[in-house]
């Protein structure tokens, strides 16, 4: 092992053989044999002698000192508890005035939500704040750093002491992290008294020396459920920067709750965290001057205060409530989930019998229209034979029999001759190119105006070549059950694959046709003249002049 090659490292060196005695003896072997860095060890301590006994000893002795002062004065992170005289700043501690939250009271320790503006000052946390100024100026107080939480209602208070106090904006610090309150977890957003009461009761039964006991159940919102312990660390880490950064100042600390500067009271002057509530803030208070000896003197007293021993009493009912509401949470997140389907009771109906009714109610209508369609069409028919027959037959007047002349046809025809003009339509020429074997199909006419994704709007039924040629128009039901009652009609289609332009003038180009076109007139846009070749043209004389 390492031991073991030290030892022969060390036994084997020249220095020890020339300091060994050549005697026999292996006993005085041993004892003569020593390291170089024993040698040197003792050469030096020699050396420091004479020189502190010679004309060097005062040189000797205030470099010493020098050095003695130096490495006591040199602070890295902060060790805690701090005795007297360990700190190089003097602190005041403080709690923010009331809160618009506090007001309504609501536990909120999620730094997400410290920021709003409802988290501010009101107007009791203002005359808090106040008497908090007060009590700074009859003590003749006046910080030359005040540093403070980035909840909205520390600074508020920090700008009220400010411009109390004088203190310019330069002196005015922000802390963005290490001055959090203690995340609750799922006790985040409750009642705040009882909440916190029942806090005080964890702590004390199960924070233990340390704080690293006591936590919280956790949060699914992103609150964090803490320990006294995580928030050590944190102030740690404050006391840390303020001592490297400041040196002979006095900062206010301005903290969002009470248990942040109570805490950092204990840790100053190592009190047991158990008990740490004892020294708890209340909204809008100041401690002058927190030292280890203050907080000692002053711990005997808070422990047993009768207001702290009933907080605590308080604290423990309703712990054992919350704790009771987590279990029936923890154990309700536990059971399998199951799907909740509405019961079946006479006064809210299957679903599935709600439709079959307006499915009917549907088929009822359409059934109706149909009828009456046809009933009219057959009225209509038998009128229209009635008056050929009646055409046909003579006329007797007296005895003279008048048969029908063509004549008498001529309004008749006339008529039916400009009807059929005004629904002609001559065929286009990609109608002709793209004509094939006509295919007849069924397309349903709806009787109101709707939509089509693929097609223009309908705002009417569209008028088939069945109609033209007046054929009958035959009446049916639509297969699929829709609020309008739909009739089918007989159309001729062009193709199968037919655009939703086909019943436009213009023809359907395809996607490479209409890239085709694009190119063409941008081809003919570029061609043409805008002036430019002439404003060349104008340059090359001037400069072929000059």
């Known amino acids: 092992?390492?031991?073991?090659?030290?030892?022969?490292?060390?036994?084997?060196?020249?220095?020890?053989?020339?300091?060994?005695?050549?005697?026999?003896?292996?006993?005085?072997?041993?004892?003569?044999?020593?390291?170089?860095?024993?040698?040197?060890?003792?050469?030096?301590?020699s050396f420091a002698g004479s020189v502190s006994a010679g004309p060097f000893s005062s040189l000797y002795r205030s470099f010493c000192t020098s050095q003695e002062s130096n490495g006591a004065n040199a602070?890295?992170?902060?060790?805690?508890?701090?005795?007297?005289?360990?700190?190089?700043?003097?602190?005041?501690?403080?709690?923010?005035?009331?809160?618009?939250?506090?007001?309504?009271?609501?536990?909120?320790?999620?730094?997400?939500?410290?920021?709003n503006t409802e988290d501010g000052l009101t107007e009791l946390g203002l005359m808090q704040v106040e008497e908090a100024c007060s009590q700074l100026i009859a003590n003749n107080i006046n910080?030359?750093?005040?540093?403070?939480?980035?909840?909205?209602?520390?600074?508020?208070?920090?700008?009220?002491?400010?411009?109390?106090?004088?203190?310019?904006?330069?002196?005015?610090?922000?802390?963005?992290?290490?001055?959090?309150?203690?995340?609750?977890?799922?006790?985040?957003?409750?009642?705040?008294?009882?909440?916190?009461a029942a806090i005080f009761a964890l702590d004390a039964a199960e924070a233990g020396v340390d704080g690293t006991g006591g936590r919280p159940p956790a949060n699914d919102d992103g609150t964090a459920n803490e320990t006294l312990w995580d928030q050590v660390i944190r102030l740690r880490q404050l006391m840390s920067v303020l001592e490297t950064q400041y040196s002979g100042d006095e900062i206010l600390l301005v903290f969002p709750d009470g248990t942040s500067p109570a805490l950092l009271?204990?840790?100053?002057?190592?009190?047991?965290?158990?008990?740490?509530?004892?020294?708890?803030?209340?909204?809008?208070?100041?401690?002058?001057?927190?030292?280890?000896?203050?907080t000692i003197e002053s711990y005997a007293a808070r422990k047993t205060s009768p207001q702290y021993t009933?907080?605590?009493?308080?604290?423990?009912?309703?712990?054992?409530?919350?704790?009771?509401?987590?279990?029936?949470?923890?154990?309700?997140?536990?059971?399998?989930?199951?799907?909740?389907?509405?019961?079946?009771?006479?006064?809210?109906?299957?679903?599935?019998?709600?439709?079959?009714?307006?499915?009917?109610?549907?088929?009822?209508?359409?059934?109706?229209?149909?009828?009456?369609?046809?009933?009219?069409?057959k009225r209509r028919q038998a009128y229209v034979t009635e008056s050929l027959k009646r055409s046909q037959e003579p006329i007797v007047n007296g005895d003279v029999v008048d048969y029908p002349k063509f004549s008498d046809y001529m309004p008749v025809a006339s008529l039916g001759a400009i009807a059929s003009m005004s629904m002609w339509r001559p065929p286009r020429e990609d109608d002709l190119e793209t004509s094939g074997v006509i295919a007849r199909e069924a397309v349903p006419v709806p009787s109101v105006a709707y939509t089509n994704s693929t097609g223009p709007t309908m705002m009417a039924p569209m008028v088939s070549t069945s109609v033209l040629e007046n054929k009958p128009v035959t009446a049916t039901k639509s297969a699929l059950p829709m609020v309008s009652p739909t009739i089918t009609q007989e159309v001729p289609v062009l193709s199968i694959d037919v655009g939703p332009n086909v019943f436009e003038d213009k023809p359907v180009l395809s996607k490479e046709d209409r890239i085709n076109a694009a190119n063409q007139a941008m081809e003919e846009y570029l061609e043409q003249d805008d002036g430019g070749d002439d404003w060349l043209l104008s340059l090359k004389d001037i400069m072929g002049d000059e």
């Open 75 to 115: 602070m890295g992170l902060v060790h805690f508890p701090c005795k007297e005289g360990v700190l190089m700043n003097k602190y005041h501690l403080m709690r923010a005035g009331q809160s618009g939250l506090e007001s309504q009271n609501i536990l909120s320790t999620n730094p997400l939500f410290m920021t």
């Open 265 to 294: 009271s204990c840790l100053i002057a190592g009190v047991d965290l158990g008990d740490v509530h004892a020294f708890n803030f209340d909204p809008g208070e100041v401690r002058i001057d927190v030292t280890m000896k203050s």
């Open 310 to 377: 009933q907080t605590l009493e308080m604290g423990k009912q309703h712990l054992v409530t919350l704790r009771k509401e987590q279990k029936v949470l923890a154990d309700a997140r536990e059971q399998p989930r199951t799907l909740l389907v509405p019961s079946k009771t006479p006064s809210s109906p299957p679903r599935q019998a709600v439709v079959n009714d307006v499915l009917k109610a549907q088929s009822g209508v359409e059934d109706s229209i149909a009828k009456r369609k046809e009933a009219s069409m």
């Open 143 to 196: 910080p030359s750093v005040i540093k403070y939480s980035l909840a909205s209602k520390c600074i508020d208070t920090s700008n009220a002491i400010a411009n109390t106090l004088m203190v310019g904006r330069n002196r005015i610090v922000p802390e963005f992290t290490f001055m959090d309150p203690r995340g609750a977890g799922y006790w985040d957003g409750k009642d705040l008294t009882t909440t916190e």
């Open 1 to 45: 092992g390492r031991s073991g090659a030290v030892a022969g490292h060390t036994k084997f060196r020249p220095i020890s053989r020339l300091l060994a005695s050549k005697s026999d003896d292996s006993e005085d072997d041993e004892n003569l044999c020593v390291s170089r860095r024993s040698l040197l060890q003792k050469v030096g301590v």
